[in-house]
């Protein structure tokens, strides 16, 4: 994948009118409609892989692209063109990094956003989203067969994506837009098996098929320093809402509107911050936790049923209202 400035400077003003746009929308909207609002459900689901995705409703041509180095400057403007109409609150204010992180993703394209800092510690919001095509498809969904070079143009209802809040250490910039960052090593969390358990055992285990880290030990210890369990969060067998991206921290949503997203940070995002960074404070869980009680409200308005995806395979049905 590469982009020449000109071209993410293409993408990323159109990416940048889109909040403005929505704002003058929802403007229209409220002011033509009298009744009172009783709440908006926001629907997503997640796989039997607990990948999750959003279900449009509309088809939209899934473009093809290269299979070697992901997809291009065309083909990502012909897949905005379509989605941006069907799920704008997605997108809206965001920057389309040049290359995806990790750079191994080549099937994804990421887009960020900078969030209020905490103290001194600046954070950025993560959007990936996957580009090549996830699940199976009928014949009469398939517009152009996969080759040895190019992927697959596929009929799609869905966008497969993961939303991350993680610390960073330094935001690059390039005439005035987002184009990489460097994250902010949670290394007291890393070290923190070793260190209290005094094991030999290696912190970060690598499976020798995938050479994935594997970070479940970090995870277990971000709920349990977060006071989650399974009555604040129903999901945590199906997607975590914590975990371990670039090495670092991160608070993971399955809302697809970014503004909503910004709301929910401004509320808690510094209680849950000093939470992690302060972990000899609070890993005994027995602490107070009157500072993080506006994170539990909001992952315990997320409501899950289990259900049959149209291919005969568990899927997990999430609902929140915001």
């Known amino acids: 994948m590469g982009f020449s400035i000109h071209e993410i400077g293409q993408i990323n003003d159109r990416l940048i009118h889109l909040k403005s746009h929505n704002q003058q929308s929802n403007e229209l909207s409220s002011n033509s409609n009298t009744s009172t609002s009783v709440g908006t459900v926001q629907t997503v689901y997640i796989d039997n892989l607990h990948s999750a995705y959003l ?17 291009d400057y065309h083909s990502v403007q012909e897949y905005l063109d379509q989605v941006l109409p069907l799920a704008p609150k997605l997108f809206e204010g965001l920057h389309l990094l040049p290359e995806p992180r990790p750079k191994k993703e080549i099937g994804k394209i990421i887009f960020v956003k900078e969030m209020p800092s905490v103290g001194n510690q600046k954070f950025l919001l993560v959007l990936s989203i996957d580009f090549f095509y996830l699940g199976g498809a009928k014949a009469c969904e398939v517009i152009q067969k996969s080759t040895q070079e190019l992927t697959s143009s596929i009929k799609a209802s869905r966008i497969y994506f993961k939303i991350s809040i993680v610390p960073v250490e330094e935001i690059i910039t390039k005439r005035n837009r987002i184009v ?53 969060w129903k999901l945590g067998k199906i997607y975590t809402t914590t975990g371990m991206d670039f090495l670092s921290f991160s608070l993971r949503f399955l809302t697809p509107d970014i503004s909503l997203i910004e709301e929910q940070w401004a509320e808690f995002g510094s209680s849950v911050w000093n939470r992690i960074s302060s972990l000899e404070n609070y890993i005994d869980g027995k602490s107070e936790d009157k500072d993080i009680q506006e994170f539990h409200r909001f992952l315990e308005k997320h409501e899950v049923e289990s259900q049959m995806s149209a291919s005969g395979n568990l899927r997990w049905k999430i609902d929140f209202v915001s």
């Open 180 to 232: 990489g960052f460097n994250t902010f090593e949670m290394k007291e969390l890393l070290n923190w098996k070793q260190t209290n358990e005094g094991s030999s055992t290696r912190i970060l285990p690598i499976t020798v098929m995938f050479d994935d880290i594997d970070f479940q030990e970090q995870e277990k210890l971000l709920q349990k320093v977060l006071n989650i369990n399974d009555s604040i």
């Open 55 to 71: 279900e449009l409703g509309d088809f939209f041509n899934l473009p093809s692209c290269s299979s070697m180095n992901g997809p």
